[in-house]
């Protein structure tokens, strides 16, 4: 094998190994729980491959535990509830939806409950059972929208507040949309 090869060879193997083992620059993971080990008499151990409930006499002085204890993690909080159906991401600040799809189902949603949302830039306000060219906003540069088969998408692209005016009933409702 020459030089160059053999040092190609090298450095393929420590791309691997750094890879391998986190050195790559990669976000460290926490580890996942694990069950602490059943518990046995002073003095005794349990051979690996035998059942917990038989163990084993050794000479081997009890030590620490190989096995970590479990990680206690605090329980997620509750998100907010919300009105119409909404798919949640991580929030850019507390009071706003993070980029997501907000759906509203106009025969199961009382509109007049929804006067303003907040959203990050990306998300998507879908209307569902609305015909074309009925739901109109006042901010065009701020929005994409698509129509098909009785669905709305308004996709907020750029930051600013948008009103949403979706007629319901012989009335007109205007949501205000805050894209930050």
Known sequence: MTERRRRTAVAALLAVVAGLTGCGGERPVSPLPVQPPAPVAAGTTT??????GTPSTSRTPPGPSTVAPPTRRPAPAAPPPTTGRGTRT??????????????IV??????????????????VLRIQGIGPGLVTVDREDL???HYEAGVVDIRFVRTGTVAVTIPKDGREHTITVVVV
């Not at 051979?47 to 917990?52: E, I, K, L, T």
Request: aromatic share 4%.
């Open 47 to 52: 051979p690996p491959g035998s059942p917990a």
């Open 90 to 103: 991580p929030s850019p600040t507390p009071a706003c939806h993070g980029p997501i799809r907000y759906d």
């Open 106 to 123: 106009l025969a199961e949603t009382e509109l007049e409950l929804i006067r303003s949302l907040c959203f990050a830039a990306g998300a």
């Open 143 to 145: 929005v994409a929208r």
